[in-house]
């Protein structure tokens, strides 16, 4: 139950009255400015964060990084706060406490939009297209902020992704389960970020996809740009990740490289599945 | 026999009007269903609303018609809109930024929005009644008639007139208009497409870096210059009276839920469904007959199928039917 | 052979153009504590959703010992013992965690408005007996001491667990787990497991549950089923199913292929 | 005397509403006849007549009542002129003047509903406009001497509108005449094409619009001459007005009409009276007027404002025998009263009470020539 | 301060505002205000039965108490013979001819796998037809028995008390309809379409003459109380009051209204007693546990649409008998004086301002948002002639603003609702 009476409503599933469904779950913020800090640190790092949704806090002094051109992975138990630890890093739930740097600016302050400005991407874990937009309208708004012209990093995209040009006058809803995960991180891809984050990318696609997607992952990560994601499918992920995080109860429980943790008898124990 | 006049009949009694009602019905639905979209509850307030900016145009019509100002043989009003749809947003964005942004920030259930919407409509509802008061205002002017019932009798012959109302062609002519535009405007421009994505999924809108306030704003925007037009078209075709507005409610939303709340194609159609059906239904179609039918067969009833009476239980009868077979609506809702 | 507790035929549930279920049958033999496993989408939830009623099916039947129960809504399936538990926890949240509990059984005659008015001495008698059994259930999976606090403000895990309290208020034949062990602490785990196998044993239910934990599946099931792309992929006891090929590239995988090990080394 | 006595006449008519054009001018008549007794000093040995207003809305029952019951409770008036519309006069009647044993004098509800026989109004409800069980009668006449025998009809879907469709179609058919159509309007809307439309297709030589002007009557009459369905019409009380004239002109020339009204010469006289200080020929006017004065006549004659001792003198001045009196009389009439004469009050609708207390009925047949009401007859 | 405390204070200063009129104004006044405030505690009751227990969004109140009002007339007004002779009996026919069609056409729909579109096309355009063949010459016969009086067919003759019950029924039987038709569908389509039901037993109750003379209206309906007039004219009574050092005829309004006013506290108390015990009871805690979660209801096997359909005509039935009630007190049905501005929103009004979920909230909304009702007219009028005081005698705006006083009403209401959604959402006696 949320503390909140103004969004209580009462069981009430009368559609002819409202859209709960599509309503929005990430809060209005107000926004600040980015300060410059003390250059030297890792590209993006959200740095002894400590949050919640307003109730009990999720996360617990919890520090995530990844630095120029890295892969950095997130695993960890349900439920451990990985999806609320990519939400903090991107402004999306306010920190009770720690902060989020990028390339030498703090940005904890700034709102969502901000960082996108910022050449920040994220690709959420579900509800990660827009179904009523074709494919190629998808891409556009991924680009929504940007003035310059566009066409490039589209047939960019397209070269990544080739089932999605075929597609892309159709609607982005009517695409199967894989070909949507395309569509996420192509719209991501569309703002030219400098980190993407992705939350599960993989989920809900067929293990060739999943290797598909992989390889695209790397791929994007050569042009530059660090990424960082959530993955469940933890061994694979964390095969190419540069760094790992194991998440559990919203601390960190293990850091290392990938090899390093994959190597962990521990760790592939207690979250790999043995 | 006689299609001519049979035809004659039947555009003047059913066809122009329902196109004219169907138009102004259509454009009411825009409104409720593109609140629907993107703010995501049904407008309570929406057809005072209308009432609202309809009032505004009426008395700047007076003060133009004060000044000497016309176009005839246009109505004056169409001249005074624009100031009816600018005041009417300034309106809209103000009680957006006093009432329902609040509950917005607080990710208020839709529910409780509906009901923020009636406590709107009941402030707006007494507004215009204390503005321009609870009476019927006549303000239309200019030429009454493009095609006039007795010119038309004596010019083609016939037994059976043709009517064409100023205010009905400028009705449809100017509805055909403003959706072209507003297709225009979500279809091709950048804004609009916003608009669309975040009517699809706010959360990624937003991580598109969509400014939500502005996404808004332009909303109102659009319901404030839908509401404002529809509603001055219907008062120019019928007349002004607030109470009116308050009743078209019921049609208004029939057709939104219709065509498929939240989209703006199923606002259309479920306009015209509406008011075709109860235009026809209610018609007595003994004269049509009489035309076509020969002699011998000529009826004696009346061949009206439900008396005026019971009107608009039809909008009511033809969402319940369309919702058991097609329970999104005609073109797919986005209730699911 | 005796009718399996539940068998589905050919079932596909579609989604739009989606194919969450496409064809799938298998059976759920009685006294069983069947796995079912498969990647994420593979339409296990939606499986589980169709069989216990919630969404109808697109095609395809569902067999409770040999009587069709293909569309029935879940309440019917409940009065026939059929119950499941949610994979995101649905608890009553403005309710207490023993009202929680006392919701669950059936035919209570309070739940009668003639009988809540004019027959309160009867109610309150059965109350008494509902509010007991319901502490007994707390007490068994530990959570006693939350009995009065609003299930909305339990954490996760312990929803869970009042998820699996429900199924105990009542005398169920079958019942369908949606990954009870997700967020749920180890230690909690174990005493889950050991319910479950209780609750087999000693009261006769059948289980399915959905579980992405192999140690947790490997200690409880057989047989287990595999999903993938919404059908049955394999079938078998845990042991031969995590040696079998075609679940290992599905499922469980080996790793990343050359490609993308290749491509990594290159950079 | 030093200490001047004051009572209270409330008037209750729908200054908002349907017949909103109407009821300024009937106020005023009332109050007319009020200033003239007071101008006398005669009512009860000097008495004054303090009218206070009040809004019947003509349609909303509970505000109508709630308003007379203020008057009533809070104002402590003794009689009530009006209420305008039948709906609303009736609820006050049974809701506020019975219960607290006021009298109600109506100029204009015409219900034949409101017709009370056998006492039920404990005798307190008197009309002086005629109920329209005649009207309907009238109206049927009127058409067929004409050489009209077929009509659509419509009718504003109320108790007036209802009641009076009624006993004219009654009437129209037992003499020979045909509907072709009844239909019902709401007022306030603003859509009357579907009306129309079903009118149209029923056909007839004329359209009879029981309706009120300053609503859906009105939106009927537009919409039938716009698309050509009807170019002549027959209009009842309720829509006759200037407003009428306003809105059509002579869009409208060739229709007919009737509403109460007399040529007695007491008309003459109230015009004169009034001068132009408001329109002395606006239906009901002349009958407010009446209103008024037999209010203040009763209570003369009683000798006391005491409303259930007035009521029944009521009926007395109204009718012969007596001297005959005339608007602007009303002093002559206090003073006779006042010295044991008996008076037979005219007015300015010629005031014939019959059985129940309301008028006998006497009607103004008009015509629309050249955009103007003009009179053909009384009848 | 505790709920307990705060509750009772709340209660304490609707009454003293209620009292406070009675001395500043009249106490007539006073007793209308506190008899159509219980009535309105008894709407806004229903209205909280089925949003607070249940979330269902009913826009169609108005419909519901004007279903009441008829309640009261087909039971209570001495029955026309002449009607019945003339065509009684053949409406009775027609209209469970009506009612057969339908449900021929339901059970078509449901038995038949093929030509099923046909078939029950078929059964509904032969059943229209018989069904017009008998109804109208009926109805024909009935109205026009003595039109101006009468025209219908009467009620019963029976106590009006009884026409209370028979007005719950109705609504209840109403909202079976409307239930079955909207909480089937799919999504919940609920409020539109109670949204267009009550306007169509609006447009029933104005048009079906036969029934309760549609606008023609019925007055003089039989009273539970002694008549003012009688009072007055019975001997003991004034002798009482005149004791008592009282004006008979004030003294008999008020008598009359204090007895309404018992009557009406009984079936409040009755009606709240029923709904508290029902809400504490496991029933309650079932229909908590389905508005908090629908699934998990159904999956415990809660026949959550069942549940749905009984609360949905519950709370219609005690709109229904609110609105008998208010009938009774009014002594008329007018059917065209139901707005669903008055009877619709005002209603959630009352609800949303009281405190959805909890009965003693609908009550206090009940009684508050009415007082301010019909009081803030006044109000109004006193303000703006304060605000108009400075203002030349004759200047438009001092006109127009006196003049539009009447209009503060629908304003004030709108704010006060919206103050309480923003400061006090839960409303001002919350759910416990
Ligand atoms: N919007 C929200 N409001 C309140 N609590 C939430 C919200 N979203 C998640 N939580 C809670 O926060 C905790 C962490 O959730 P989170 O989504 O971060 O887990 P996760 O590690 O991403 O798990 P998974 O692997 O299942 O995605 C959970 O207990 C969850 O119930
Ligand atoms: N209501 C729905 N509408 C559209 N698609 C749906 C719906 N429910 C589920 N799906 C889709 O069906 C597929 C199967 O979902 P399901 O929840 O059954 O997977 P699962 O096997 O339970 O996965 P997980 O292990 O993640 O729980 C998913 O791709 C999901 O997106
Ligand atoms: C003023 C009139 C139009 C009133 C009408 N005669 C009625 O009884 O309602
Ligand atoms: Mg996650
Ligand atoms: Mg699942």
Redesign the pocket.
């Known amino acids: 139950m949320s503390d909140n009476p103004w969004a209580e409503d009462r069981g009430n599933m009368d559609r002819s009255i409202g859209d709960p469904e599509h309503q929005g779950t990430i809060p209005a913020r107000q926004g600040g400015p980015a300060v410059p800090v003390e250059n030297g640190g890792p590209f993006l790092i959200g740095e002894k964060m400590t949050g919640g949704y307003g109730g009990a806090d999720i996360l617990h002094d919890c520090t995530i990084w990844v630095e120029k051109g890295e892969i950095a992975v997130i695993v960890g138990p349900n439920g451990a706060g990985k999806s609320t630890a990519m939400k903090a890093i991107f402004g999306m739930l306010d920190l009770r406490s720690g902060r989020v740097k990028l390339d030498g600016l703090d940005i904890t302050a700034l709102t969502p939009q901000d960082r996108v400005a910022h050449g920040m991407a994220f690709v959420p874990q ?1 509800n990660n297209i827009f179904t009523s937009l074709t494919v190629e309208e998808n891409l556009e708004m991924g680009a929504f902020l940007r003035r310059d012209d566009i066409s490039r990093t589209m047939e960019q995209v397209y070269e990544l992704f080739p089932i999605l040009k075929e597609k892309r006058r159709q609607p982005a809803g009517e695409l199967s ?1 894989g070909q949507r995960q395309q569509v996420a991180v192509g719209r991501a891809l569309m703002t030219e970020p400098q980190v993407l984050m992705l939350d599960e990318p993989t ?2 696609v067929s293990p060739i996809v999943m290797d598909e997607l992989f390889d695209r992952i790397i791929e994007v990560a050569r042009t530059g740009i660090s990424i960082l994601m959530v993955e469940q499918n933890a061994r694979q992920a964390l095969e190419i990740a540069d760094r790992g995080f194991v998440l559990v109860q919203g601390r960190n429980a293990y850091t290392d490289t990938g090899q390093a943790l994959l190597a962990n008898p521990e760790v592939r124990r207690t979250f790999l599945g043995g | 026999m006689d299609l001519l006049n049979a035809i004659v009949a039947l555009l003047n009694f059913v066809i122009i009007p329902a196109t004219a009602y169907g138009a102004q019905l259509a454009l009411g639905a825009l409104g409720v269903t593109m609140i629907y979209g993107i703010l995501r509850f049904s407008n309570f307030a929406h057809g005072d609303t209308m009432a609202f900016g309809t009032m505004v145009t009426v008395l700047m019509t007076w003060a133009l018609q004060g000044w000497g100002v016309s176009i005839a043989p246009l109505p004056t009003a169409l001249l005074a809109l624009p100031v009816g749809i600018v005041v009417t947003a300034a309106l809209l964005l103000g009680t957006d930024r006093v009432v329902y942004r609040f509950y917005r920030a607080r990710k208020a259930k839709p529910v409780v929005l509906v009901i923020v919407s009636m406590g709107v409509m009941f402030i707006m509802n007494g507004l215009v009644r204390f503005i321009i008061g609870p009476d019927d205002q006549r303000f239309a002017d200019g030429a009454r008639f493009v095609i006039n019932a007795r010119e038309f009798k004596q010019w083609s012959g016939l037994d059976e007139g043709l009517a064409l109302r100023t205010s009905q062609a400028i009705t449809i002519v100017t509805a055909v208009i403003v959706v072209a535009l507003l297709f225009w405007f979500l279809m091709r421009t950048r804004t609009g497409k916003s608009m669309r994505a975040f009517s699809d999924n706010e959360d990624l809108a937003l991580l598109s870096g969509i400014n939500p306030d502005r996404v808004v704003t332009i909303t109102w925007m659009i319901v404030a210059a839908l509401a404002t037009v529809a509603g001055v078209l219907y008062g120019l075709d019928k007349s002004f009276k607030p109470f009116t507005y308050f009743q078209l409610l019921l049609p208004i939303f029939a057709s939104a839920i219709v065509g498929g709340l939240g989209s703006p194609v199923g606002a259309i159609a479920g306009g015209f469904l509406i008011a075709f059906s109860e235009v026809t239904v209610t018609y007595a179609f003994k004269k049509v007959a009489g035309y076509l039918l020969p002699e011998a067969l000529e009826p004696e009833g009346l061949l009206q199928l439900l008396s005026t009476d019971y009107k608009f239980a039809v909008s009511f009868a033809i969402l319940i039917i369309v919702l058991l077979v097609r329970p999104t609506g005609l073109f797919r809702g986005k209730a ?1 | 052979m005796a009718e399996p507790m539940i068998r589905v035929e050919n079932l596909h ?1 579609h ?2 153009g ?1 194919h ?2 496409d064809g799938a049958s298998l059976s759920i033999e009685k006294g069983t504590i069947t796995g079912l496993i ?12 169709v069989v216990a009623g919630v ?1 109808p099916p697109t095609s395809g039947r569902v067999y409770m010992e040999g009587e069709d129960i293909t569309g029935l809504p879940p309440h019917t399936l409940f009065h026939k013992g059929l119950l499941r538990t949610f ?1 995101i926890a649905h608890e009553f949240s403005s309710l207490t965690v023993r009202e929680n509990l006392m919701v669950v059984p059936p035919h209570q005659s309070g739940e009668t408005l003639w009988n809540a008015w004019f027959r309160r001495g009867r109610v309150a008698a059965e109350e008494r007996a509902i509010a007991k059994k319901a502490d007994e259930v707390l007490e068994f999976l530990t959570i006693d001491h939350l009995a009065d606090e609003k299930a909305g403000n339990l954490s996760g895990g312990q929803k869970k667990l009042l998820e699996l309290g429900r199924t105990m208020m009542v005398d169920a034949r079958v019942v369908f787990l ?2 009870v062990g997700a967020g749920v602490n180890r230690t909690l785990l174990n005493t889950i497991g050991d319910a479950i196998v209780r609750l087999n044993r000693e009261r006769g239910y059948t289980f399915c549950m ?1 579980e ?1 934990d192999m140690d947790f599946i490997k200690r409880l099931c057989d047989p287990v089923i595999v ?1 993938a792309e ?1 059908k049955v992929l394999a079938e078998g006891s845990a042991e031969e199913i995590m040696s079998n090929e075609a679940v290992i590239e599905a499922y469980l995988g080996r790793g990343l292929r050359n490609k993308a090990r290749a491509a990594k080394a290159e950079a | 005397g030093s200490h001047m006595k004051e009572v209270k006449i409330g008037i209750i008519l729908g200054f908002t509403g349907p017949i909103e054009s109407l009821t300024p001018h009937m106020a005023a008549g009332a109050e007319l006849a009020i200033e003239e007794v007071n101008a006398s000093g005669l009512l009860l040995g000097g008495t004054k007549v303090a009218p206070v207003r009040a809004d019947s809305t003509c349609i909303d029952a509970g505000a109508a009542v709630a308003a007379a019951e203020r008057l009533v409770t809070a104002e402590g008036i003794k009689a009530i002129m009006g209420a305008d519309c039948s709906g609303v006069t009736g609820a006050i009647l049974q809701n506020v003047a019975l219960p607290n044993g006021i009298v109600m004098i109506s100029p204009s509800a015409t219900s034949p509903g409101l017709s009370h026989h056998n006492n039920e109004d404990n005798g307190l409800f008197f009309r002086t406009a005629p109920s329209d069980a005649r009207q309907g009668e009238v109206m049927a006449e009127i058409l067929l001497e004409q050489g009209i025998t077929e009509v659509a009809l419509t009718y504003t879907n109320n108790d007036y509108g209802k009641g009076l469709a009624d006993s004219f179609q009654a009437a129209f058919e037992a003499r020979g005449g045909k509907v072709t159509i009844s239909v019902p309007h709401e007022d306030g809307k603003a859509d009357y094409s579907a009306e129309v439309g079903a009118l149209a297709a029923a056909g007839g030589q004329r359209l009879v619009v029981a309706g009120y002007v300053d609503q859906g009557g009105s939106g009927i009459v537009r919409a039938a001459l716009d698309t050509g369905a009807f170019d002549t019409f027959h209009f009842p009380d309720g829509m006759i007005s200037a407003k009428l004239e306003e809105n059509f002109g002579s869009e409208i020339d060739g229709s007919t009409g009737q509403h109460p009204g007399t040529d007695s010469p007491g008309v003459a006289r109230f015009a004169e009276l009034v001068g132009d200080k408001f329109d002395a020929t606006s239906p009901f006017t002349p009958e407010s007027y009446d209103a008024a004065a037999l209010i203040m006549l009763a209570m003369q004659a009683a000798g006391s404002d005491d409303p259930n001792v007035f009521k029944t003198k009521v009926m007395d001045v109204a009718n012969a025998p007596g001297e005959k009196i005339y608007p602007g009389e009303l002093d002559k009439a206090l003073k006779i009263i006042a010295e044991g004469g008996d008076i037979d009050y005219v007015g300015a609708s010629a005031v014939e009470l019959i059985g129940p207390g309301e008028s006998a009925g006497n009607y103004r047949e008009i015509v629309i020539k050249d955009g103007k009401i003009t009179t053909v007859r009384y009848r | 301060m505790t709920p307990a405390i705060k509750n009772t204070a709340l209660f304490a200063l609707v009454f003293g505002l209620i009292l406070a009129t009675g001395f500043l104004q009249s106490w007539n006044v006073a007793l209308g205000i506190l008899n159509m405030g219980l009535i309105s505690a008894i709407m806004a009751l229903g209205v909280n039965m089925q949003w607070g227990y249940a979330g269902l969004f009913n826009v169609g109140v108005m419909g519901f108490v004007a279903l009441g009002g008829l309640g009261v007339v087909i039971t209570s007004m001495a029955p026309v013979g002449e009607a019945w002779a003339a065509g009684g009996l053949r409406v009775i026919v027609a209209l469970l001819t009506g009612a057969g069609t339908i449900a021929a056409a339901i059970l078509a729909w449901k038995r038949l796998k093929r030509h099923r579109g046909l078939a029950v096309t078929a059964i509904l355009v032969v059943g229209f037809f018989v069904y017009r063949w008998l109804f109208d010459p009926a109805v024909a016969a009935i109205e026009a028995v003595n039109p101006a009086r009468e025209g219908y067919l009467g009620g019963l003759g029976l106590p009006v008390l009884l026409g209370w019950v028979v007005g719950g029924l109705l609504a209840a039987g109403a909202a079976w309809i409307v239930g079955k038709v909207a909480l089937g569908l799919r999504s919940d389509y609920l409020a539109i379409a109670t949204l267009g039901i009550a306007e169509i037993i609006i447009a029933v109750l104005k048009n079906e003459d036969w029934l309760s003379r549609g606008v023609k209206n019925v007055i003089g309906i039989p009273r539970p109380v002694p008549y003012e007039i009688d009072l007055q004219n019975d001997p003991g009574f004034v002798e009482r009051a005149q004791a008592w050092g009282l004006d008979p005829v004030t003294f008999s309004s008020i008598a009359v209204k204090l007895a309404y006013a018992g009557l009406f506290v009984v079936v409040l108390l009755a009606l709240v007693w029923l709904a508290e015990l029902a809400l504490n009871s496991p029933w309650g805690r079932m229909m908590r546990a389905i508005r908090d979660n629908e699934i998990a209801a159904e999956a415990m096997g809660k026949d959550v649409t069942l549940r749905h359909l009984q609360i949905f005509i519950i709370g219609s039935a005690v709109c229904g008998l609110a609105g008998a009630m208010m009938t009774t007190l009014d002594g008329q049905l007018t059917p065209g004086s139901y707005q669903p501005l008055r009877f619709t929103f005002l209603i959630w009004v009352m609800v949303i301002v009281g405190g959805s979920g909890n009965n003693w909230g609908a009550v206090l909304g009940g009684f508050l948002v009415w007082f301010l009702w019909v009081e803030v007219e006044p109000l109004g009028r006193l303000l703006m002639e304060l605000v108009t005081a400075p203002m030349p005698e004759g200047f438009w705006l001092k006109d127009h603003l006196l003049e539009s006083a009447a209009h503060m009403r629908l304003l004030t209401m709108g704010v006060i609702l919206l103050l309480v959604l923003r400061f006090s959402p839960r409303g001002l006696i919350p759910e416990r």
């Open positions: 579900t389960g989920a809900g | 699911v | 549930k989604f739009g989606f969450a279920v498969g990647p994420n989408g593979a339409g296990k939830t939606t499986l589980f959703n969404l994979q949606d990954e959905i992405h999903m919404g």
